[in-house]
């Protein structure tokens, strides 16, 4: 199947990956509003709030706990969870979110979630072209896992970051990460591994739950995360930290937006990072990387690996912004239940249904634990609640059309290597255009690239086959490692 003004295209022919192009991408329409100018993310923007803004500091909503691979021996990373806090400048004001009443027919609730997706997506049009105020400060949390290697191996090691897609959590990723550390090798080379919970997922939305009343544009993901590289990644990967990161120095602060994670005075990197972003976390990476000078954006990332992310074609924005009965996810999101007795009730709902039967077992009970929490009215609900999810969705065009734009401009420097993993023949794949629509995603910044498909798999590999992703991460980093000398250290 091929897209309108796509050379021909059977990705059947093409199993393990997709080709090069022959002939370039359509450029994006010539509208102003797909014109983009500056980076995605000023870096004079990238900031915390001020400490005397901070008058408490909060707890961990749900402790700390174990990885899954606590009782094996085999993978000697330990787990501890962290506070920070988010960017400072948010893109949007506070508005009034909709709402949907709780007791009411199913066909009701499915009219009022259309309404609901409606209004969202007006509210964005009218705030996009609102000539006034189009942000605010405010005081937000983001939650974090670390994972450390607890084995010294006399070298220093990369640093990862995986960032979820959208209605996840950062404990998703554990069974893949069971898969990459598996590896004698890659273990000698990972040292830190760090997963977060975006400001509306997982535990930061509970940390956040009475401030989340706004749109979310989607560069505040990538905001937050250059929050988190500029100002709280620790200086160091050895040792213990507390709960909540400390900020680094001013004086670190200001070399890191100058150099990034590198040292001019010993002619090397501080800190190698790999980039590893799913779905909607792999459109805020992108466009963090792009927001990032080129002289910066490999001290930053050195190799980013993209899971079928969120980055769309504008020249097919219509199948986001005038779809008749809503942006389906939103709508999806909105009618989906999100509150059960008790997390038993819950795993037997999600059983049946084709969506959670066909995630990987390990992923499914992560969720259950990890995305689900005990209300103080004693019942399990959503950490996310199903508006904030829905808000998400209708907010996909804010990110990634500009993703899709940057990189075909080429805007994402050559020095950082791109990885792609995406979905495998006969699955769902983003975007109306089908496989020809992902070749052309894969191939919008053809240097310093690659792609593979995962058999089986559709768009949400990590809970489908995050044994193979582990797997296709381990090859790609040790990839990364010989091309750049790094194994010979």
Same mark, same amino acid.
């Given at each position: ?10 990705d ?21 509003r ?11 923007t990238?900031?915390?709030?001020s /400490? ?9 909503p ?6 899954i ?33 709780d ?10 979630a ?10 964005r #049009?009218?705030?996009d ?30 640093? /990862? ?49 009475? #401030? ?13 995360? !250059?929050t988190f ?8 990967? @050895? ?32 800190r ?5 972003g ?5 459109? @805020? ?6 927001s ?5 954006s ?24 005038? /779809? ?6 939103a ?6 239940r ?15 249904s ?9 992923v ?7 995305? !689900? ?27 990634? !059309? ?55 798999a ?32």
């Amino acid at each position: 199947m091929s897209s309108p003004n796509s050379e021909p295209y059977d990705d059947k022919n093409y199993p393990t990956s997709h080709p090069p192009l022959t002939r370039a991408p359509t450029p994006p329409p010539a509208e102003p509003r797909f014109e983009y100018p500056g980076p995605p993310v000023p870096l004079e923007t990238v900031y915390p709030p001020s /400490l005397e803004l901070i008058p408490q500091l909060p707890s961990l909503p749900c402790g700390q706990r174990k990885p899954i691979w606590a009782e094996d021996p085999r993978i000697p990373y330990t787990l501890t969870t962290h506070i920070v806090p988010a960017a400072h400048w948010r893109e949007d004001p506070d508005v009034e979110l909709p709402t949907i009443p709780d007791s009411i027919s199913k066909d009701k609730r499915l009219q009022l979630a259309i309404e609901a997706d409606e209004q969202l997506r007006r509210m964005r #049009r009218e705030k996009d072209q609102d000539k006034g105020k189009k942000g605010q400060k405010k005081v937000l949390w983001l939650v974090l896992n670390r994972y450390i290697r607890t084995v010294e191996t006399g070298r220093d090691g990369l640093t /990862l970051f995986c960032a979820h897609a959208n209605g996840f959590n950062k404990e998703i990723w554990e069974p893949t990460l069971v898969s990459l550390l598996s590896s004698r090798t890659v273990q000698s080379s990972v040292q830190e591994i760090w997963a977060w919970d975006a400001v509306n997922h997982g535990d930061s939305a509970l940390l956040n739950a009475s #401030r989340l009343n706004a749109l979310f544009h989607w560069r505040n993901a990538a905001r937050d995360l !250059l929050t988190f590289f500029t100002h709280y990644l620790p200086t160091t990967v @050895a040792g213990s930290l507390p709960t909540h990161l400390p900020r680094v120095s001013e004086e670190e602060i200001v070399k890191r937006l100058k150099y990034g994670f590198y040292d001019p005075a010993k002619s090397r990197k501080t800190r190698t990072i790999v980039g590893i972003g799913h779905s909607f976390g792999g459109c @805020a990476s992108t466009l963090a990387a792009i927001s990032l000078p080129p002289s910066l954006s490999s001290n930053f990332f050195s190799l980013l690996i993209l899971i079928d992310p969120i980055i769309l074609s504008p020249n097919n924005d219509n199948h986001l912004t005038s /779809l008749s009965n809503g942006h389906p996810f939103a709508v999806g999101a909105l009618t989906r239940r999100s509150e059960w007795p008790s997390r038993s009730t819950a795993k037997e709902a999600f059983l049946k249904s084709p969506f959670f039967q066909r995630w990987d077992p390990r992923v499914l009970e992560l969720y259950i634990e990890s995305a !689900l929490f005990v209300s103080s009215e004693k019942q399990v609900k959503l950490k996310m609640p199903p508006l904030l999810e829905a808000v998400n969705f209708s907010e996909t065009p804010t990110g990634s !059309l500009e993703a899709w734009v940057r990189l075909w401009r080429g805007e994402l420097s050559k020095s950082v290597e791109l990885r792609w993993v995406v979905p495998g023949v006969g699955q769902t794949v983003l975007g109306p255009g089908g496989p020809s629509e992902t070749r052309t995603r894969v191939w919008l910044r053809p240097a310093n690239a690659k792609n593979v498909r995962i058999a089986g798999a559709g768009h949400l590999i990590p809970h489908e086959r995050p044994n193979e992703l582990g797997e296709v991460i381990g090859k790609w980093i040790m990839e990364y490692l010989e091309s750049s000398g790094k194994t010979k250290l």
